[in-house]
């Protein structure tokens, strides 16, 4: 059974960084695409960021570019998403997400999802 689980999200002021976790378990953990999404009350999922299977290539969404860093440790299974300079409209929920298609930032390309960690920016 795959599982995605996420961690270190909270409660974080404006202007404060985060930084997350998501453990993969249950698969090849090194052959595969990860991606960090967000969906806020009453919008869409939307694309975070994206890494490749050695971590050579990443990618971000326009909003993250600049003051997001993505990483993963194929040894521990890890991926990690640190974003700084937080403003309230960041507040999501933000997923881990697995996938085959190498830089897609559409949520349908991903087949396993962990359960959300939420993370709440006060002004």
């Known amino acids: 059974q795959v599982q995605l689980v996420e961690s270190g999200g909270g409660l974080v002021q404006a202007g404060g960084s985060l930084s997350l976790s998501c453990v993969v378990s249950?698969?090849?953990?090194?052959?595969?695409?990860m991606g960090w999404f967000r969906q806020a009350p009453g919008k869409e999922r939307e694309f975070v960021s994206g890494?490749?299977?050695?971590?050579?290539?990443?990618y971000y969404g326009d909003f993250a570019k600049g003051r997001s860093t993505i990483s993963r440790d194929n040894a521990k299974n890890t991926v990690y998403l640190q974003m700084n300079s937080l403003k309230p409209e960041d507040t999501a929920v933000y997923y881990c997400?697995?996938?085959?298609?190498?830089?897609?930032?559409?949520?349908?390309?991903?087949?396993?999802w962990g359960q959300g960690t939420q993370v709440t920016v006060s002004s």
């Open positions: 249950g698969r090849t953990f090194s052959s595969n695409f």
């Open positions: 997400a697995s996938g085959a298609v190498v830089g897609s930032t559409a949520s349908y390309d991903y087949d396993y």
């Open positions: 890494i490749n299977w050695n971590g050579g290539t990443t």
